[in-house]
């Protein structure tokens, strides 16, 4: 089991920035690929970005390749999600997740956590 808590969320202006947090806490964190999620009201669950296992591999939806920036810290327990220049459309409620391997599908991911509202206001 792992357990994931998010943190970070806000309300920000159009191109500010915002760093998102992600501890975890039960079985190996480094031993999991991870991801952020976002899910806007009315609106499918959609993948943000993931990395693997050691850090050495990153994804990302085209809609925030360039502006978004994921990484890891093992030691720590900690995954981020660098959002720079965000934009109203970027509003949704973000989620990290944790499973065997970084992929892009929701399917792939075995441990959620509970969210962290981003709202990017024009």
């Known amino acids: ?16 920035s915002l760093r998102l947090s992600c501890v975890a806490s039960g079985r190996t964190f480094s031993s999991y690929g991870m991801a952020w999620f976002r899910q806007a009201p009315g609106k499918e669950r959609e993948f943000v970005a993931a990395i693997s296992w050691s850090g050495g591999s990153t994804y990302y939806a085209d809609s ?49 956590g509970q969210g962290t509202q981003v709202t990017v206001s024009s």
Do not use: H
Request: glycine share 10%.
């Open 1 to 16: 089991q792992v357990q994931l808590v998010e943190s970070g969320g806000g309300l920000v202006q159009a191109g500010d």
């Open 64 to 112: 925030v390749k360039g502006r978004f920036t994921i990484s890891r810290w093992n030691t720590r327990n900690t995954l981020y999600l660098q959002m720079n220049s965000l934009k109203p459309e970027d509003t949704a409620v973000y989620y990290c997740a944790a499973g065997s391997t970084a992929r892009t599908g929701v399917e792939w991911y075995d441990y959620w």
